[in-house]
């Protein structure tokens, strides 16, 4: 039976089968039994490789992080979570690189770690948005070129023509502005 360790574009754990491509962190999330009793444990939200140096982590290891799953990038984005500056090194930086020049100054983990927590789980209405952002029609949809890609833990799928004109966006502005000015996320 899957756990719910699955991550929706809102944020949300479900128990589906699917696992995605990227796997991360949100601190720990089970009591000492291991039972899933809570949605987050801190501000460091990071999308990971699912593999990396080896390493293996149990899925509900106590007073340990519990490992979550997104299908990609966008998904991970939208709900709040940023690259990993150990094993996706090159992406934290791009990723980092790209909001600073979207703010005009550098910022270290942790102003992203502090930014992102103060825009997560908000939607905002947006224009001219860029390949990567998730936003919200009939539920979650990717944009991606001049389409918007329905959300399944599956994958992306029924696209519709992208509309003229404002719409609500999931994904946080930090992130917008690192796909805005150059981050590329695995989709």
């Known amino acids: ?32 039994a291991g039972r899933f009793v809570r949605h987050h444990r801190g501000n460091l939200w990071i999308i990971c490789r699912t593999a990396f140096r080896g390493r293996r982590v149990g899925l509900t290891r106590p007073r340990r992080w519990t490992p979550l799953f997104f299908l990609d990038d966008a998904v991970g984005l939208a709900a709040g979570h ?32 502090r930014r992102l927590a103060a825009e997560r789980g908000r939607t905002w209405i947006g224009t001219d948005l860029p390949d990567g952002t ?11 070129r001049d389409r918007l ?9 029924d696209p519709v023509a992208r509309p003229a004109g ?21 989709l």
């Open 1 to 32: 039976m899957p756990l719910p360790n699955r991550v929706d574009p809102f944020g949300a754990l479900h128990a589906v089968p699917e696992r995605g491509r990227f796997t991360g962190n949100r601190g720990c999330l089970v009591d000492d």
């Open 134 to 144: 998730v936003v919200v029609t009939d539920g979650p949809r990717l944009v991606l």
């Open 149 to 157: 890609y329905a959300f399944s833990f599956a994958g992306w799928h």
């Open 82 to 113: 940023r690259p990993c500056g150990e094993c996706r090194y090159a992406d934290y930086v791009a990723y980092r690189e790209a909001v600073a020049a979207a703010v005009g100054a550098p910022l270290g983990a942790g102003d992203l770690n």
């Open 166 to 186: 404002p719409l609500t966006v999931l994904t946080p502005p930090t992130s917008v502005a690192a796909l805005r000015h150059g981050f590329v996320p695995t």
